[in-house]
């Protein structure tokens, strides 16, 4: 059927598809007249011919934009196309915060549909925060996001593709039949089709073309379809709509053959079929379809644009009775049908979360947030992605000879009555030490982290560098005092420019570059004057303050924010979210009445305001107390309009707030 597919259509370059995965090589004959642009990213380098991501993600994008006439005909030639490294051939694998990060900038970039031929095997499906508010962002912005089910062999899971609004896809062979190696996880009954994903031809850097198996390679197949669906769509004059197309290829999917128990159980919702999704984006009635259509006819046909199109390799053909995995062969090993024992298992490239800088019992957590205006003025739109970051401070060294340069240099402490020789990653150290030498602050590699994960690196630069490393200093200084200290700082908001610089940690991590302009916008939140100003507003309203409760709630509302609600910060509603939380201190003024009576957050929703200045980015940031002792009460909703087009956002007029019964 993809051959009938393309005399339809062969894609809009109005339609965006981004593929995540390893380096491409867009000088392979096959991509010569595709629109294709490189998104920067914390990979480096170009593809390596050898390199095994280079050789995934070569042969990922080759089933979606190999053009017409080549080695490998892809199935949406005529798509615009955005690449987003985010698998490094000498690392092999990321992180759910760096697959976030390359969602977001997918998204921010404007595409209509996200290929990710990789995931992470959990035990029920569960992700951390960061993937989760990712494939929120999606969902919010009518974004698809196509992930592979997993190569396992089992009735089991991966993320993102378990995670709601993604579309899982899972292999089968050219006969329509489940491949042994997909997974079948329960949540893909109701959001995961089949592909083919057996023998998939594709580009291999360097030239030439492999075939090879895995759900990788079904994966892009989807992500094709979904993007000539929507280019149909747009040559209907209707408006492309993901989520709607999502729905279609569920909803037209075919059944497994009912007489084998088994081969249903692993069908998930059931096989791709492009025919019927046609006629239900058309508005007809599948049925008719199915009358001149017979389904082996249409899984067949669903393999290649020519019959072969390729897969990215990821498992081997199971002609051998190997295990297969999501691995990437060579051209010699993928012809033979043989899988080298050191390649990787492409599903399990996600790890949860890099580990911890180093050891460092001295050392705080630490967290963060970036951010990007939609429309921002053009001078601020010059300086690159804005970012506004929300998290705790804390500092690495980068090598063992920069540590070692701190010890040395750094005097004995006096612990007590004891001379103890110096710590370099003792905080209560270094803020002295730096007190006498501000100027080996440069020296440090200053980053913002969540959960004692880096999540960004702070360099002062310009003219006043110098004061802001001084700010630096004095937060963590404030970081290191007892919790009941008046001048005690839990969390910092430091705005900046995202540089597309990257610096590697001590642990191996590579983390993105943010430069503050000045001091201006750095803060540190004293949540112990925080709690102080809320209470002098209750003592207004009714003369009585419960200093206990007033902590609590202020406690509850930071912690829901600093956890439950973070995020990377790269969307305007995500900094216009992390802004109301660094407008605490008005919010102290603003919440006394809920604080008063014991109110406490529910939740916290942001929506893009109808009313804003021009060359402004406004968004509205909804906040809703409930009484936790009494759930018949209205609830309490405060509203804040945030315009976040220039650096450091701004409240616009007054905050507003009113009763709701839900």
């Known amino acids: 059927m993809l051959d009938r597919l393309s005399t339809i259509s062969q894609g809009n370059n109005s339609i965006c598809i981004a593929v995540l995965d390893g380096p491409v090589d867009r000088n392979h004959p096959c991509f010569q007249g595709a629109d294709l642009t490189y998104l920067p990213t914390l990979v480096k380098g170009e593809a390596q011919t050898n390199g095994n991501m280079s050789i995934h993600g070569t042969h990922v994008a080759s089933i979606i934009f190999g053009q017409p006439g080549s080695s490998v005909e892809g199935i949406a030639p005529r798509c615009k196309g955005i690449i987003v490294p985010i698998f490094a051939d000498d690392r092999l694998k990321t992180s759910q915060l760096d697959l976030a990060r390359g969602i977001e900038q997918a998204v921010n970039a404007g595409a209509h549909v996200i290929n990710l031929s990789g995931g992470q095997l959990t035990d029920f499906g569960e992700a951390d925060g960061w993937l989760k508010n990712a494939v929120r962002l999606c969902r919010e912005n009518n974004v698809l996001l196509v992930a592979a089910a997993g190569n396992n062999s089992?009735?089991?899971?991966?993320?993102?593709?378990?995670?709601?609004?993604?579309?899982?896809?899972?292999?089968?062979?050219?006969?329509?039949?489940?491949?042994?190696?997909?997974?079948?996880?329960?949540?893909?009954?109701?959001?995961?089709?089949?592909?083919?994903?057996?023998?998939?031809?594709?580009?291999?850097?360097?030239?030439?073309?492999?075939?090879?198996?895995?759900?990788s390679f079904a994966s892009p197949i989807v992500s094709g379809v979904a993007a000539v669906l929507l280019s149909l769509q747009r040559e209907r004059g209707e408006t492309p709509d993901p989520h709607k197309v999502r729905q279609i290829l569920l909803q037209s999917a075919l059944p497994c053959d009912p007489d084998l128990p088994e081969e249903t159980r692993r069908c998930l919702a059931g096989r791709l079929n492009i025919p019927g999704a046609i006629t239900l984006l058309k508005g007809g009635n599948m049925a008719e379809e199915f009358t001149s259509v017979n389904a082996s006819e249409i899984e067949a046909a669903g393999c290649g644009c020519d019959g072969s199109l390729s897969n990215t390799g990821e498992a081997i053909a199971t002609t051998q009775g190997q295990s297969p995995q999501t691995s990437v062969a060579t051209a010699a090993t993928a012809t033979a049908g043989a899988v080298p024992s050191n390649t990787p298992n492409l599903q399990d490239l996600i790890q949860s979360f890099p580990t911890a800088t180093t050891t460092q019992p001295m050392m705080p957590n630490l967290t963060a947030n970036s951010v990007t205006a939609s429309q921002a003025p053009s001078e601020v739109a010059d300086m690159g992605q804005l970012v506004y970051a929300l998290g705790t401070l804390g500092y690495?060294?980068?090598?063992?000879?920069?540590?070692?340069?701190?010890?040395?240099?750094?005097?004995?402490?006096?612990?007590?009555?004891?001379?103890?020789?110096?710590?370099?990653?003792?905080?209560?150290?270094?803020?002295?030490?730096?007190?006498?030498?501000?100027?080996?602050?440069?020296?440090?590699?200053?980053?913002?982290?969540?959960?004692?994960?880096?999540?960004?690196?702070?360099?002062?630069?310009?003219?006043?560098?110098?004061?802001?490393?001084?700010?630096?200093?004095?937060?963590?200084?404030?970081?290191?005092?007892?919790?009941?200290?008046?001048?005690?700082?839990?969390?910092?908001?430091?705005?900046?420019?995202?540089?597309?610089?990257?610096?590697?940690?001590?642990?191996?991590?590579?983390?993105?570059?943010?430069?503050?302009?000045?001091?201006?916008?750095?803060?540190?939140?004293?949540?112990?004057?925080?709690?102080a100003a809320a209470m002098s507003a209750v003592q207004g309203e009714d003369g009585t303050a419960d200093e206990d409760r007033i902590r609590k709630t202020l406690d509850g509302f930071l912690n829901r924010i600093y956890y439950d609600l973070r995020n990377l910060g790269t969307t305007s509603q995500d900094r216009a979210l992390n802004f109301s939380v660094t407008n605490a201190f008005q919010a102290a003024q603003t919440f006394s009445e809920a604080v008063a009576v014991g109110m406490e957050l529910d939740s916290v929703t942001v929506e893009k305001s109808p009313f804003c200045r021009m060359d402004s980015d406004c968004w509205d940031v909804k906040l809703k107390f409930f009484d936790p002792e009494n759930s018949r009460r209205a609830k309490k909703i405060f509203r804040f309009t945030i315009d976040v087009s220039d650096l450091i956002p701004v409240t616009l007029g007054e905050v507003r707030s009113w009763s709701s019964p839900y």
């Open 154 to 215: 089992c009735d089991c899971l991966h993320v993102p593709a378990a995670l709601p609004s993604v579309l899982a896809v899972g292999a089968m062979d050219a006969h329509g039949k489940p491949l042994g190696f997909s997974n079948w996880g329960e949540a893909y009954k109701d959001q995961g089709i089949l592909a083919p994903g057996e023998d998939i031809l594709g580009a291999k850097p360097g030239g030439g073309t492999d075939r090879l198996s895995g759900t």
């Open 396 to 531: 690495d060294f980068g090598t063992e000879a920069r540590r070692d340069s701190f010890k040395q240099l750094m005097p004995p402490f006096n612990f007590g009555t004891t001379m103890v020789p110096a710590n370099p990653y003792d905080a209560r150290q270094m803020v002295d030490y730096l007190d006498a030498n501000i100027s080996e602050s440069r020296s440090l590699i200053w980053t913002i982290n969540i959960e004692l994960t880096p999540v960004y690196a702070i360099d002062p630069s310009g003219p006043f560098a110098a004061e802001s490393y001084r700010a630096l200093h004095e937060l963590l200084s404030g970081q290191i005092q007892p919790e009941s200290d008046a001048e005690y700082v839990e969390r910092v908001s430091i705005p900046g420019i995202l540089t597309g610089r990257k610096v590697k940690l001590f642990s191996g991590q590579v983390i993105p570059v943010i430069e503050p302009q000045s001091t201006r916008g750095i803060y540190g939140w004293k949540v112990n004057n925080l709690v």
